[in-house]
């Protein structure tokens, strides 16, 4: 499935990633002491949910012909007084749907595979290499 490896050295706090042929640059903004050369873990997390949540109602809408003109999808992390961490989804829809439509897009933005994932949780393994 999907890999990605990350490489740090010296210089606080740019990191080199590598995932599926293509380098990208993750770092911390400039108050919590990097340059802001790139995201930051928790907005490449929201990338990956964002781009997941609209390419799957893009193919779905693709599947069923519905005239699915753009989906817009917009994220927010936050973390409440008690530590608990939350994601909240807006869609914008653009398209001559109906409210079945819509209800079912609705839907399905719920089943994503990164969202299922993220909603299920999963066990990460680590180990010296």
């Known amino acids: 499935m999907a890999r990605a490896t990350a490489h740090i050295g010296t210089e606080a706090y740019a990191t080199q990633v590598e995932t599926a042929g293509r380098t ?15 995201p ?3 907005d490449l997390l ?7 949540t609209a390419i799957t109602l893009r193919m779905y809408a693709d599947r069923k012909q519905w005239p699915l003109e753009s989906a817009d999808v917009a994220l927010h992390f936050y973390r409440d007084d008690t530590g608990k961490e939350f994601i909240d989804r807006t869609l914008l829809l ?9 209800a079912r897009l609705l839907d399905v933005s719920e089943r994503t595979p990164v969202t299922k994932t993220l909603k299920q949780g999963l066990t990460i393994s680590t180990s010296l290499a």
């Open 94 to 102: 653009t398209g001559s749907l109906d409210k079945d439509q819509i």
């Open 46 to 52: 929201l990338a990956a949910l964002s781009a997941c």
């Open 40 to 42: 930051a873990p928790y």
């Open 24 to 38: 990208l640059i993750a770092d911390e903004p400039e108050g919590n002491g990097g340059r802001n050369a790139g």
